[in-house]
Structure formats: structure tokens, C-alpha cells
T-cell receptor
Framework: NAGVTQTPKFRVLKTGQSMTLLCAQD?????MYWYRQDPGMGLRLIHY???????AKGEVPDGYNVSRLKKQNFLLGLESAAPSQTSVYFCASSYGLTGGYTFGSGTRLTVV | RKEVEQDPGPFNVPEGATVAFNCTYSNSASQSFFWYRQDCRKEPKLLMSVYSSGNEDGRFTAQLNRASQYISLLIRDSKLSDSATYLCVVIARGDSNYQLIWGAGTKLIIKP
């Protein structure tokens, strides 16, 4: 039982490049989330999904897009990376919106 | 004032001691509360939910004080393995969605 799997674990991008972060969960959770974590700040919600085919904006959605074409997968896209997007990105899933979350191991992204 | 605040620490505590820290929140409509622990360069992991009546899980006790708008985490007989950053998350129902706000975490260091 893998739980939540994120790929890649590390990535360096040049300003203006694009990339997609992949998140997969095998717990049949309806809810999935993308967070970013920066030093001295709490986890900030980028986008989330309450089910297959649905997405919603979180606290800091600008510069990111997401898709949930399959229940088990939640993709986060950066269309034109900026240095301000240097961060650690965590994907999470949960059974309910107010339930405990299971996190992936994170993606460390550096934009230069 | 931040919506969810935690003392960043670090709390340096000798092994075997009892330590407690709080997480204050500003939204009086907050409904659900959780404590997570995060080891260095790892993902957050659910430690425990916080119930209105307070709850205990082994050496850990979580309490909610709605009047003063904070939750607390108490660790008894601390172990070296308790060294981590402890994050709180507060969930409130908004007009059209839920708000999930994370504290920036309290760093705990248990010393032999």
C-alpha cells in the first residue's frame, strides 16, 4: 500500500520553463490537495479537488493549474516558472474534507 | 495577526520532561482541528485530531479552548524520537468552501 506518491522528488527549472508534478493515491480518497511549504510559513493550499473531474482554488492558486482526470491522480502544472515558485510542494489526500490528511513525500523545486 | 499562530521555538527540553505548546486561531467559526508532526525534510504526518472534550493518545494530550480560541498539545515523558516540528491545522467553513489554515509549526528538540 503506497499511500500517496509524488514525482519527481527534486527538480531545477529555469525561469519561464513549464513542468507538471504528479500525485497518485491508492486509498480511494475523494479529496486531494496541493500545498506549498516555505521556510517560516505554514503549508499553503494551492488547489484542491473534491472528486474526479473537479478542482477548486485554494489560498495561493496564481501561476498554477491542476487537473483531476482520474480519481487517483492529481496533477499540478506550472506553465511559466518563476523564482517565487521555489518551494517544497506536497500533495495530500483525505477521505473527507475535514478528515486527516495523508501526504506524499514532497517535491523540492528550485526555479533559477 | 495571522489566522493561525504557533510559537516557532525551538523548545529545548530534556528527555523525560513534559512539554506543552499552543496554537491560536482567529476564526471563531473554526470547526476541526488537528496536530501533525513533521520531521526534518519529510512530509507532515497526522499525530492526532483535537476533540471538543479533549483527547489523549498515549503520552500525547490534545485540548481545545474555544473561548480563548486555541488548541494545545501536551507531551509527557518526552522521548528523543519526539524531536520534530509540530504543526496545527484549523479548518473553518467559509461562505462557499472550507478554509484549511496551517500554522508554521513549533520546533521541539528533546535532549538526552
Amino acid at each position: 500500500n503506497a499511500g500517496v506518491t509524488q514525482t519527481p522528488k527534486f527538480r531545477v527549472l529555469k525561469t519561464g520553463q513549464s513542468m507538471t508534478l504528479l500525485c497518485a493515491q491508492d486509498m480511494n480518497h475523494e479529496y486531494m490537495y496541493w500545498y506549498r511549504q516555505d521556510p517560516g510559513m505554514g503549508l499553503r493550499l494551492i488547489h484542491y479537488s473534491v472528486g474526479e473531474g473537479t478542482t477548486a482554488k485554494g489560498e495561493v492558486p496564481d501561476g498554477y493549474n491542476v487537473s483531476r482526470l482520474k480519481k487517483q491522480n492529481f496533477l499540478l502544472g506550472l506553465e511559466s516558472a518563476a523564482p517565487s515558485q521555489t518551494s517544497v510542494y506536497f500533495c495530500a489526500s483525505s477521505y473527507g474534507l475535514t478528515g486527516g490528511y495523508t501526504f506524499g513525500s514532497g517535491t523540492r523545486l528550485t526555479v533559477v | 495577526r495571522k489566522e493561525v499562530e504557533q510559537d516557532p521555538g525551538p523548545f529545548n527540553v530534556p528527555e523525560g520532561a513534559t512539554v506543552a505548546f499552543n496554537c491560536t486561531y482567529s476564526n471563531s467559526a473554526s470547526q476541526s482541528f488537528f496536530w501533525y508532526r513533521q520531521d526534518c525534510r519529510k512530509e507532515p504526518k497526522l499525530l492526532m485530531s483535537v476533540y471538543s472534550s479533549g483527547n489523549e493518545d498515549g503520552r500525547f494530550t490534545a485540548q481545545l479552548n474555544r473561548a480563548s480560541q486555541y488548541i494545545s498539545l501536551l507531551i509527557r515523558d518526552s522521548k528523543l524520537s519526539d524531536s520534530a516540528t509540530y504543526l496545527c491545522v484549523v479548518i473553518a467553513r467559509g461562505d462557499s468552501n472550507y478554509q484549511l489554515i496551517w500554522g508554521a509549526g513549533t520546533k521541539l528538540i528533546i535532549k538526552p
